[in-house]
Nanobody
Framework: QVQLVESGGGLVQTGESLRLSCAHSGGSFGFTVMGWYRQAAGKERDMVAI???????QYAESVKGRFTISRDNSKSTVYLQMNSLKPEDTAVYYC????????????WGQGTLVTVSS
């Protein structure tokens, strides 16, 4: 039912910025906790940022002050603004949507690759 389509990844230099987008379809966007996760080569998938239906946010310590998660309910889209990018940010970034009304693991996007050159 729910599908996520991500975009915005690419290759940038250290210190530059990118904005990732995740378009949510299938309805009930207003009930979903949206999140961005990333997985670097050889590492676990980790939470980067989460935003609730009420727009409360949570960030990984490694990205605080540099990344901003936001949502546009009129477009059913969540964004991740990434500033001051570092090589350590290189990873595949995944969008996740979890309906807060149900006890489910949520739905994942396909992932988008972000590469930060050193």
């Amino acid at each position: 039912q729910v599908q996520l389509v991500e975009s915005g990844g690419g290759l940038v230099q250290t210190g530059e910025s990118l904005r990732l987008s995740c378009a949510h379809s299938g309805g009930s966007f207003g009930f979903t906790v949206m999140g961005w996760y990333r997985q670097a080569a050889g590492k676990e998938r980790d939470m980067v940022a989460i935003i609730t239906p009420g727009s409360s946010t949570q960030y990984a310590e490694s990205v605080k002050g540099r990344f901003t998660i936001s949502r546009d309910n009129s477009k059913s889209t969540v964004y991740l603004q990434m500033n001051s990018l570092k090589p350590e940010d290189t990873a595949v970034y995944y969008c996740n949507a979890r309906d807060m009304r149900y006890a489910t693991p949520g739905v994942w996007g396909q992932g988008t690759l972000v590469t930060v050159s050193s």
